[in-house]
């Protein structure tokens, strides 16, 4: 398989199938990453803040000297444009983009920041835009998990690399969660069990690629054979085929909280005063009131 050369809260909101033909009233939220060497970026930033304020976008870019993160909620000619526009770059001319739709914005404000990395890792030798590690498509990953190994018939192990809480939302079956709490710790935890995975096929994910695409730099680079990560993410898998192998829901960092694999906003929200993750199920309970408490933080608040 060869490489590729690309790279919160509160109230859920209505439920959206994503394959609908998005109507006029819907919004389209987009999710978008390239890792590539990206320079003058104060220069850069003022340029994204004037288009986004000029097309009522909602969301966060990042901007940093290894590329480019965004999530993004507009109308659809408006996203339509500000794509023309971004990628009238040559160096985000093959930008590829994920999608899903909603009743509202997906964002409440528009921000544009300069930061070092991407997604902090804190591992200075991982460079994707030098070479990434293989990567499997969602509808290949599905293939080897029904069938219950890769095509070299090697045992295939998928490997989460986002914090708890996220994992929590929802998981693929029978993965490997290390309850990390930050991404900066997978490194060392990852080095740590490396014995586990001899003579299994890894495939890394996450939500959108971005996390899953270091880890397996990371990987390769401290020895591991067989590596993968699962092109575009659980976004893309979703999109693509579905919720087979999956159970529960992705989470998102935007106001919907969680999609389910239909890419429809879920009931699941998260507290405005702990930021933990309840559950319908949860939010049935006394402890759970709307922007005060939930049953992780009840009684803790006075505290």
């Keep these: 398989m060869q490489a590729s050369t690309l790279g919160a809260p509160i109230e859920a909101g209505a439920a959206l199938a994503h394959s609908a033909a998005p109507a006029a009233d819907l919004f389209v939220n987009i999710a978008a990453y390239k890792f590539i060497t990206l320079d003058h970026l104060e220069e850069l930033r003022p340029r994204y803040q004037d288009i986004t304020q000029r097309l009522g ?64 890792m804190r591992m200075p030798l991982i460079k994707p835009e030098e070479g990434r590690a293989p990567f499997v498509d969602a509808k290949t990953l599905k293939r080897w998990l029904d069938q219950g190994h890769d095509d070299k018939g090697k045992p295939v192990v998928m490997v989460d690399t986002r914090n708890d809480f996220e994992v929590d939302v929802g998981t693929f079956d029978n993965t490997v969660d290390y309850r990390i709490s930050k991404f900066t710790e997978f490194p060392q935890v990852i080095e740590e069990h490396r014995a586990d995975f001899e003579g299994k096929t890894v495939v890394t994910f996450c939500t959108g690629g971005i996390r899953c695409e270091k880890a397996a730099i990371h990987m390769q680079n401290i020895g591991y054979d067989n590596v ?27 106001y919907r909280t969680a999609l389910n ?28 009131v709307y922007g005060v ?11």
């Design 57 to 120: 976008l909602k969301g966060t870019i990042l901007l940093t000297p290894e590329g480019i993160n965004m999530f993004l909620s507009g109308t659809r000619a408006n996203i339509d444009e500000f794509m023309v526009w971004v990628r009238a770059d040559a160096r985000l001319a093959d930008l590829e983009v994920k999608e899903s739709l909603s009743a509202e914005q997906s964002h409440k404000r528009m921000l544009v920041k300069i930061k070092a990395e991407i997604i902090t």
């Design 228 to 254: 993968y990560q699962l092109e575009g993410g659980i976004l893309k898998y979703f999109e693509d085929v579905g919720g087979a192998h999956y159970t529960g829901d992705c989470f998102v960092f935007d």
């Design 261 to 288: 694999p239909q890419l429809q906003p879920t009931e699941t929200v998260q507290c405005f005063a702990c930021r933990a993750i309840v559950t319908p199920r949860q939010q049935l309970a006394p402890e759970y």
């Design 293 to 303: 408490s939930c049953p992780h933080c009840h009684g803790k608040e006075q505290a």
